[in-house]
């Protein structure tokens, strides 16, 4: 478990970025918290050869509240997320999802941007960024493009940013007054990448749900817009009725990947269950607002 | 042999016997000091990488190293064949004991056909591990796949894959346990109950992992190893018999060993081969498993498939139990210990707690293309135990009693002992009762269903759970190793000297990985000499210094080194008081040692300190009358006589919440009442058990090794292969009752796997009973959500 040889530039601005990726295109792999990518270079899994390091670059760095959304710098590091008072009052899906993330030490280093760009299936970062309907800022010698979440994540471990494109930010639209988020994962143990997960992100009046973003992650090769169950679910009031037509939609916007934790029943089941589970919690928390 | 005033001596308030002392090895770990294996640096050190098979079967046209040898930094690539040479002859990997046992000649690297996925099959030495990694890239290999033996309920299949041509069949071995009425009891039983259980293979996941540095002195042709080992002297016969060193000639260390739960007693062919080149080379050579290559390349252990049956009477009386095992090994029996041991312990234990007399059990062993397996903490015990402790939670549910009332009436009672159970083995001092009595006690047993009852009717499905067991530790020698021809000693043995300053060092054939043999060791030694802990240092893991030994492993190091240890210093006291006397002019048997000083037996009058012994013994030797010639020093070796095992036995209550909608499992409490003889330190001795217990949980929740139809592993990284961590794991509360053996002197009985034994049986029995209202239950292990919601049918 030793790493191929490969070289080692620590960046100095984004333009050197810029100019590396152009030169290396697919060899070369953006160095972030390294909590993926060294244990890939580790396990020989991937053998690149040339790790372009972004941790001085300050202009990555950082959360700031803006004009209706929040700025989270690529190299915001999970931990600050996690403490950060802004995403706290702000983003309160992401303030929930982020104790599921690993365990400390890896929250030390692991960052913001590292976990969106590699679009783990079962990562909860991607998850709350399409719950919330954010926008991925990603860079290059060719300019700045922004991309919607939804464009974002097409695949295993796949998306929108070209190789010769860094990402630099993501922003997410601040949770409007009168929404309420949940966000519900399993994993065997606590800090384990989850078997099956939910984002969900709601506006409730009264007893109805007037509409709700509900993204599944952890089943399928990328987190995952329900729409057929946003649809079931739009301008109902949640009962038993809703649930079994929400839940049955399910059926259609979900085609899970059976994996080492179980088979595609199982996993559509657990989704299931935690949309259930879910919903009733955004209900109880809309009433007590 | 012990006197009445030296057994005194063990149960006096202040003695060191029953104190909590913390382990010496654990305060220099935490001053970042430890030594392991890795932190030995010598000059020169070459480093070892392997080219495993990529493969579960194929047989291997051709290599070419060619090109990896060209490598910057490459010294040595060597073929398994080109080893194969260097070496005496293959291992074969069965014991004479097991009647009728077969297994393939092996080489320590793969020659023309490589039978598992991870086979090592060529090594490269290079200066530094990642130029070794960067070369074994290199190696071109041009394999012919062949059809693996992937699952064992297929491995005997006539006209099947077979695993070696030798072996036609893929059977190891095979065997029978039968009272002789077994099929009568059933045909007369009121209730017969039949299940069918399957456990998944685990591996031991040692926190350091397999390592070994290897020196080879051309000039006097010694042969020195640095090694991660529970068996010193095992590994020295059996690596000297390999390589063709005289074996006085090689000397094994085991230093700091960081975890090792039976992994790091057997011999492994990368081992070897690192040895083999420090050899060829004339420079150290050194070896660490990394953990990719631990998953394919340590023992695997636990795949069984059990079904069992039990007979009753409508009363609830046990009248028989039935059981067939068909055990996966993997696609070699493992030198020198075998792979049928997990087999063999399932048959001898299976129900062992209980009082019917008609019993069969029958295993069948057979090979498949799959990492080898064979002895992991509490070899077979987790499985025998949750098949009987399951069958007994039938029977208890068949006959309406509670299933702590049924084990009551159906363990055999405490003044029954000794008695040999249906099993055919004699059994002695056992507390079943004693610890069912105070397990209710401390589980607040009526309390605790009548809390489940108001939560189920709340829609909180929670369970409790039960198991006894029966715990074979410290192996006697009529039993399997040495009477079955492996180089295994099942004496073990203590050297102990007086030195002149009044310091005592003892030497010890047990080893110490992690839980506090040398302090468990130090504490007998002190209360036998009447020295303080703080005067004797314990010598352990270097062949150079400690008598012969068989090491550590099957809860073998307190009941029987400790034995040893115990013999050793009750003897240098007697030759200290012998001494003592001629110059006090005393009789001997009026004299004491207490804190170092010979007193006045009595009184405790100080008369003359061991310092001063020490000295006279060693250097004013002038001062003795002529005819007094000290030796200062003593070994005694202890082995059981007859005895098959010193048997403990123990009680696992659990408490845990299933959420019938996820299947997920909440462990919440965990209580374990067993009977380890007499505890020497009951901290390290909870430990034992609170890991142990852990070890066990895993097994039932979350270990897997995950093989697909080509008999590849699946799961071998450890985020893919979960071991239980601290956050799921639940309260572990630890009591002992103690009933000291009758064995030894001593009294101590093995602790070191009662809780991994019984978790996995008792945390089966939780969900099942959580699962009760549901008419669901669970068989097989992990008890994975998905195993839990197929239960419930809703998968
Ligand atoms: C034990 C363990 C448990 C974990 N559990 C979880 C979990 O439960 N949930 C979870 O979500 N994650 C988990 N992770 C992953 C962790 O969150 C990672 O830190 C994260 O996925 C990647 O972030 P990083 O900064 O470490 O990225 P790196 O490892 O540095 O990079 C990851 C990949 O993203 C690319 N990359 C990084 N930053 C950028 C950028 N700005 N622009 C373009 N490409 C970039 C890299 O080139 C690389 O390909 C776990 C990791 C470990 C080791």
Known sequence: ?289 | MATKEDLIRLERPNSYIGRNLTRSRARRAVAGRGQYTDDVLMPRTAHAAFVRSPYAKARIMRIDTAAAKEQPGVLLVMTGAELAERCTEPWVGTLTCFDGMKSAPQYPMAVDLAVWHGEPVVMVVAETRAEAEDACELVEIEWEPLPPVAEKETALRPGGPVVHPAIADNLAFRKTIDTGKVDEAFANADIVIEETFEFGRHTAVSLEPRALLADYDKGTQRLTIWTSSQCPHMIQAVFARTLGVPEHNVRIVAPDVGGSFGLKIHTFGDEVAATAAAMALGRPVKFIADRLESFVSDIHARENRVKGRIALSKEGVIQAVDIDVLSGAGAYSQYPRTSVFEANQILNITAGPYNHKEYRARATVVYMNKVPTSQYRAVGHPIGNSVGEALVDLAAEAVGQDPVEFRRRNVIPDEAFPTTIAAGIKLQDMSHTACIDELMKRMDYDALRAEQAVLRRQGIHRGIGIAAFIKGTAPGPSGYYGIGGAPIASQDACTIKLEPSGGVLCMVGVTDQGQGVDTVMGQIAANALGVSMESIRVISGDTDAVPYGGGTYASRATAIGGEATYQAALALRAEILVLAGVLLQAEPATLDIVDGIVVDAGTETPRIPLSEIGRIGHFQVAELPNDVKPVLSATRRFRLTDDLYIFTNGIHGAYLEVDPDTGFIKLLKHWVVEDCGRVINPMLADEQVRGGCVQGLGGALYEHCIYDDAAQLQNGTLADYRVPMAFEMPDIEVAHVQNPTTISDLGAKGVGESGTGAAPAVVMNAVNDALRPFKARVTCQPMTPEAVLRALGKV
């Open chain 1, 1 to 289: 478990m030793k790493a191929p040889r490969f070289s080692y530039v620590r960046a100095e601005s984004l333009e050197q970025v810029f100019e590396l990726l152009k030169q290396y295109g697919e060899d070369a792999r953006i160095l972030a918290g390294g909590q993926s990518l060294i244990p890939t270079l580790n396990m020989r899994l991937s053998q690149p050869a040339i790790l372009i390091d972004i941790n001085r670059l300050d202009m990555l760095k950082g959360i700031s509240a803006g004009d209706g959304a929040v700025r989270i710098g690529a190299l915001a590091r999970h931990a600050e997320v996690a403490e950060s008072p802004v995403i706290a009052a702000r983003l309160p899906l992401i303030a929930a999802a982020m104790p599921h993330v690993a365990h400390v030490a890896v929250r030390n280093r692991g960052t913001f941007g590292g976990s969106v760009a590699l679009a783990d299936p079962a990562a909860e970062m991607p998850a709350c960024v399409l719950a919330l309907g954010g926008t991925l800022v990603v860079a290059g010698a060719r300019g700045r493009r922004e991309i919607a979440a939804e464009d974002f994540f097409r695949g295993l471990y796949e998306t929108a940013r070209e190789p010769d494109e860094i990402l630099v930010e993501v922003r997410v639209p601040t949770e409007a007054p009168g929404t309420v988020s949940v966000f519900l994962e399993l994993a065997q143990r606590h800090g384990d990448f989850a078997i099956a997960g939910l984002a969900c992100h709601a506006r409730i009046e009264g007893d109805t749900v007037a509409d709700a973003r509900l993204v599944y992650f952890a089943s399928e090769d990328r987190p995952r817009l329900a729409k057929g169950a946003m649809a079931a679910l739009a301008g109902k009031a949640w009962n038993d009725g809703t649930r079994a037509a929400v839940i049955g939609a399910l059926t259609d916007d979900l085609d899970p990947m059976t994996n080492l934790d179980g088979g595609a029943a199982m996993k559509l089941h657990l989704q299931r269950v935690l949309t259930g589970r879910a919903l009733d919690a955004a209900v109880a928390q809309a009433r007590a607002a």
